[in-house]
Each structure stands twice: as C-alpha cells, then as structure tokens.
C-alpha cells in the first residue's frame, strides 16, 4: 500500500515534465535533450527563492513559469527555428534538433556549474510527515503532488477546451493541415515549446521540494521524461498521464522491494520492454 | 474574385506549370481539365498560398495582391483549399475539424451558422461527430474535409479531385452539394478526373496540357470540342 501511494505522489510530479517534453516534441517537433536541464533550472530556481527570501516553492512559480517561458521562447525562435526552415523532412529535424539540443544541455550544465557550484542541494519546506493509512509521508511530496496535479488540470483543460490549445493540438496532428485553416503553425510551434518548457520548469520547481539534486543531474530527468513520452505514445497526453505512475510505481516498487540504487535500471528495462512490445507506445496509434 | 495571373511552378529545375492565367468569380462552378501531371494540383496549391509566387506572376483576391503572404492569410483573404490527399486531423473528431475550420478570424463570428449550414449539407456528419476521422470511410473523410473549408467561410473553394474514390452514388450526392454550395454566391474552381460530371456542372472551364492553358470555354463548347471528348470524354 504504502508503495502504492508514494509510486502515485512520485509519479503525479513526473506527469509535468513529461507533459512538457510532450509539448515540445508533439507539437514543436523538437526532440528536446536539454529538457532535464530546464527542470534542474527551475528546481535551482525554487532553492534561490527559497534560501535567499524564504519565499516559498509556489510562489517562486509565479517568477520561474515566465522566465522558463521567455527562455525557452528564445532557445526555439533563435536556434531551433532555423532547423526547422532547413528541414527537408521530419527525420532531418530529429535528428538536427537531437544534436542541437544536446549540445545545449551541455551549455546549461556548465552555465549551471558556473553559478552554483558542483554539490548537492536541498531545502527544506513543509518538512512533516503526514500519516495516511497509517503510513508516514512528507507533506512537502503531498503537497508537490497536488500543485502538479493542479497545473497538469490546468493544462489538459486548455489543450482539450480552448481555441487556441485546439489549435496547438492541429499542428501536432498535421502541419499542412494547419495551415489550411490559418493556423499559424510557425507561430504555435514556438508557443508549444515555450509553454512545454514552462511546464518542465514547474515540474523542476516542485520535485526540488523533496529531491536532493545538483548541476549535472538534469540529464536523469531528460532520460525519464523520455521514457514516458515513449510509454505513453507520442502526442498522446493521457497516455503519458498513465505512463508517468507507471513509472513512479515501478520506480518506487524496485526502490523498496530491491534496492534503491535499481530504480533507473528499472525504468530502462520498462522502456526496453515496451520498445520491443509497442513501439508506437502504449496508446499511440500512429504506426 | 480569384485572379491567378502568370501563374509558372517550378520543382527543383522541373518547370510543372508555366504561365497560367485563371479567374474564378463567386457563385460559379469552374472546372479545371487535364492529364496526369498536367499541373492542376500544383495549380490550386498555390492558389491557396502553399507554393512561393515567381516576381512576374500574382495571385489577386478581390484585385489585392497576396501572392507573397504566408497561407494563413489566402485563407484569411477567402481561399480555402480543399487537397488531393485531403489534409483532414484523422486524429481528431469530426466536430474539431469542422472546429478548426472556423479557425480563421474571418469565420469566427459566423461559427455556429456555417456549422448548422455543413450539418445539414453532409447530415452523416451530424451523427459521427464525436467520432474520430481516422476511422471513417473514404467519402466520410471526403466530407470532413469539404465541410472544414465551409466552415471558414470562403468566397473562393478549391477542389481537387473530391469525387476520387467515391461510389457514383455518393459522387452523385457530392455534385449535389456542390451545387448548393455554388447557391451560396461561392466560387468554386474544381479539378475533376470525372470530366464529364465535371463539365456537367461547372459555367465554364480551362484545359490544361504539359502545365499550359490551351483552352478556356464556356461548359458547352468544350463538353462538344473534338479534342476534349477525345481526350477526357473517352468519346468517339
Ligand atoms: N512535390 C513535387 N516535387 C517534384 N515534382 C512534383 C511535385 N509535385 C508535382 N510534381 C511534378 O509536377 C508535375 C505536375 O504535377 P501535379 O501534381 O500538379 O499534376 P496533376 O495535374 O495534379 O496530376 P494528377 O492528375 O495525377 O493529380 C508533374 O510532372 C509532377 O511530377
Ligand atoms: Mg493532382
């Protein structure tokens, strides 16, 4: 039971560094390596907030969700929007954005080094144990989980009810398409990729409340965050909803029942399984 | 009224269309003849602002130049183009489509009468429109897609090849449409390989030959020109 529960708290702040990931891949179509970095970003920035004004996590979003929007608005008009002009096909841009973007992730790091330092940070806010069904947990995981849980709401209502993510949602399915209905796609990939990175940054911002993090650790999130848009099935968002449990399930069920130390190795072997099962994902329908 | 004056497209070194003038007016069916790789689709597509416009050609709406906007502003201006492949969101409901089809702000406030319009013009779409397009029959689809450019309130419709794969009756029922879609002072300009039920309906019509116009009549004369039988009527 109480694996039960702690898989769902870790896995509901999984939900939005995937959904961003998702945004930007889906959407944007820019397979975006340098996404752990943007979450490891924000998660720095919950602790500058926290350590230099005692302002807490939440309220630090008010700050990061803007500047993770305006940065990543730049990175996507500045760098990636000339790959995307150059692109003769889709292949090309994956492969063209994979290298850019992981150079980047390289650049963040050291930036990240820079300011920072190389050791390990933590804070610590809402530092209680909470007891449900009779088991203890930290109320700083309860309540990263009910403000993911708020935002990831948020952002299926907007994509699923609102003209605008309707037409987010078009230039996913099909481009031309999109066009054809004076949808500015060009335009609308930028907005995906700047409110994906947002949204990786508020996932960072919250996992910090309970994680020990550093510099360098971004790319173990940008490796989950892959795992489960794959899981889930491209451009599917409930798919990647159920995809991300399943892996703080699966990762908090190794963690407790095996060792710890197994949890990455575990959520590989999850990702190798359904690559060779399902590759489309498990609820793509694309072939 | 659609103006293409000029008109030349060019892949790579391959020249597909080469000085192409065609008019379209509102309320008139015009029908666009020709072999394969005539130059038709690559016609409308850059009528519809999908291809880039050579210095001396020009594409008017309305005698405004648009030729060197972005799409989205053909659209805007009163283009929609309905594509071979039919470009419809198969991962998307019927009623997104449609949705979406009045994504344009010129369609915008006239949303819910151009839907009820669309409904009662394709009633079938009244009843999937929760369903996902992907998973509907060819002429569904094909219904999807004309009904979305109708919802973004063109004053000029481009149609290429929209009875392909259709039953005669549904084709029969898609010629219908087309004809209270002509009552509703829209132009269309219709790429047909059905040449006959295409001259049946359409006011006039041009023929295109190796990307050149090398005819351009009213319905009559070319439904009885010797060559266009020969060629596109499989008459005598
Ligand atoms: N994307 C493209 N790249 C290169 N050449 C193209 C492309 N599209 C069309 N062409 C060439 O341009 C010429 C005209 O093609 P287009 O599709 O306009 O003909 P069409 O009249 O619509 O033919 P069909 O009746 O078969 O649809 C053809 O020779 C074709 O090979
Ligand atoms: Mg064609």
């Keep these: 039971m109480d694996i039960l529960i702690g898989g769902i708290l870790l896995g509901g702040t999984y939900v939005l560094m995937a959904l961003g990931l998702q945004l930007q891949y889906g959407v944007a179509r820019i397979m975006n390596l340098a996404n752990g970095e943007i979450l490891v970003a924000g998660a720095f920035g919950a602790f500058w907030f926290y350590s230099g004004f005692q302002a807490n996590p939440f309220l630090a979003l008010i700050v990061i969700v803007p500047l993770a929007f305006i940065l990543n608005w730049g990175i996507y008009r500045y760098l990636l929007s000339p790959l995307v002009r150059r692109a003769k096909s889709r292949g090309q841009l994956e492969v063209d954005s994979i290298l850019a973007t992981f150079g980047l992730s390289f650049i963040f790091v050291g930036l990240m080094l820079a300011v920072f330092g190389g050791e390990y940070f933590s804070y610590g806010y809402l530092e209680r144990a909470v007891i449900v069904l009779e088991q203890p947990y930290g109320l700083n995981r309860i309540a990263a989980f009910c403000a993911s849980a708020a935002l990831c709401i948020a952002l299926v209502l907007w994509l699923n009810h609102t003209r605008s993510g309707l037409a987010l949602r078009a230039v996913a399915v099909n481009p031309t398409a999109a066009s054809l209905v004076a949808i500015k796609v060009a335009r609308t990939s930028a907005l995906a990729f ?94 | ?160 090849e929209p009875s392909l794969g259709l039953s005669p009756l549904l084709c029969g029922e898609l010629f219908r449409s087309l004809a209270v879609i002509r009552s509703a002072e829209i132009g269309i300009l219709l790429v047909e390989q059905n040449a006959k039920r295409g001259l049946a309906i359409a006011d006039r019509g041009y023929v295109l030959e190796n990307g050149r116009v090398t005819g351009s009549e009213s319905s009559e004369i070319l439904s009885s020109d010797e060559r266009v039988r020969k060629a596109y009527l499989g008459g005598d």
């Design chain 1, 194 to 287: 700047a409110i994906g990175g947002a949204v990786t940054a508020s996932g960072g911002a919250l996992l910090s409340m309970f994680l020990t993090f550093d510099a360098s650790i971004g790319v173990i999130f940008t490796l989950k965050a892959l795992i489960i848009v794959i899981l889930g099935g491209v451009g599917e968002i409930r798919g990647t909803i159920v995809a991300a449990f399943m892996l703080g399930l699966a990762e908090t069920a190794v963690a407790s029942l095996i060792d710890p130390g197994l949890t990455l190795a575990a959520a590989y072997l999850l990702f190798i399984v359904i690559l060779l099962v399902r590759p489309q994902g498990l609820f793509g329908s694309r072939s």
């Design chain 2, 1 to 160: 009224m659609l103006e293409i004056r000029d008109l030349s497209v060019f892949y790579g070194q391959h020249r597909a269309v080469e000085e192409v003038s065609v008019t379209v007016s509102r309320g008139e069916i015009v029908v666009m003849l020709g072999a394969n790789g005539a130059g038709k689709s690559s016609v409308l597509r850059a009528a519809a602002g999908l291809l880039p416009v050579m210095n001396n050609a020009a594409i008017l709406m309305d005698g405004r130049d648009i030729s060197h906007c972005p799409a989205d502003e053909f659209v805007e201006a009163g283009i929609a183009l309905v594509p071979e492949d039919r470009a419809i969101f198969a991962d998307l409901t019927v009623l997104e489509n449609l949705k979406l089809g009045a994504y344009p702000k010129r369609a915008r406030q006239k949303e819910r009468e151009n839907l009820e319009n669309v409904m009662s013009l394709f009633p079938k779409l009244e009843e999937r429109r929760r369903q996902k397009v992907r998973s509907m029959s060819g002429g569904e689809q094909q219904m999807v897609a004309i009904g979305r450019a109708m919802m973004s309130a063109p004053a000029i419709l481009l149609l290429d």
